[in-house]
């Protein structure tokens, strides 16, 4: 598990953008990428692909993954691709109701043509970055016609929405309504519509009064029909994760320090409790109180974390969120030191061993988020090189 230790935001800015340009973007663009024009849903730790059924929701983070990558100055075919799978997504992956089905299968064809919330935020958040990549405002139109149907039919009297058909309910869960967050404000910043920064705000709101819980800042996962925490232990389960990338959102979703406050509670809770010194990795799971439910630790919270301490060292300049980027980046790598560069591991065990399996195409559009935000610190001897 030990690799070569990064000791200064530049250096990571630099080991970042070598492994994304030089490594990851090409093997995702290329063997990453099928032959019916949809991208592979893993490859092996090896760098090959594995064929097996693709869910809409991976097409959906791949085409923003591309879409910033190109933003970010690489010169392969991120059009190419992005264009290919964003064809397949509008023309075969929605339903006649307009709404998006779930599961593609190896030749291409939809198997599942179930709803879910989880499917429809990333769909309408590829469609946002897709429309500002490619200079179409037709996919803005798309995505309002969609949000349209969501508002008619899924807005719950409650706040927030219904879940659809593949995660049975209750208990209902606060992640898709986080990821709906994301694409209304990555809409709302690409379209400029007023809809989606209603749209934003309102869940923003339902975060403050629902998901929230008050007394430890620290965001729970399942909750009642009236956005109670259920009752038992499920309801204290908290994903430092979760805690992180909230977190990063209010930082970069509200002007004038709004988020503040929010952010703040959030980082505390998951830097005191979600943090595995000796690993110096973000931990899965734990319960309110802070014990440790699941000391293992997936890639994604990884990238959470670097995203929170971009933003939070953005406002204050402040060492100790310079030296968090440096620590959270260099958590990152672990993850990233593969047999075949470009490929990553997605679960590392209690004891320091990896999980023994393929390289999961979801975590892309984590990894690709945190550095783009990596490269935007702008500081002595740094140049900002994206924005959200």
Known sequence: MSVST????????????????????????????????LFAERLTIDGVQVAMKRRLRVQARQIYAFCTIGKLGWDGPWRQVVESSLDILLNRGR???????HLFDEDGNVVDSRIDLYDHAFGLFALAH???????PDLFDIAEDIQNILDEKWARPQGGFWEGELTPSPPYRQNPHMHMFESALAHYRFSGRERWQVMKDRLGELFRERFRDADSGAVTEYFDRDWNKVEGRDGEIVEPGHCLEWAWLFEVGF???EGVDISDGLVGFARRHGLSES???????????????????????QTERLKAAVARYKRT??????????AAFNGLLLYLDTPARG???????EDGSWVAEDAPASSFYHIVCAIAELLAVNGPGLNATHTY
């Open 95 to 101: 339903r006649e109701d307009g709404l998006f089905a």
């Open 6 to 37: 990064i000791a200064t935001i530049k250096d990571a800015q630099q080991s970042a953008k070598e492994w994304l340009f030089a490594h990851a973007a090409p093997l995702w663009s290329s063997v990453g990428f099928c032959a019916d024009g």
């Open 255 to 257: 002007d004038g320090g």
């Open 343 to 349: 490929t990553w591991y997605d679960k590392l065990n």
């Open 317 to 326: 300049k402040e060492d100790s969120e310079a030296n968090e980027i440096v």
């Open 279 to 301: 690993r110096g990795v973000a931990i899965n799971e734990v319960w309110l109180s802070g014990a440790v439910k699941d000391g293992g630790a997936r890639l994604w919270p």
């Open 130 to 136: 897709a429309g500002h990549a490619l200079q179409r």
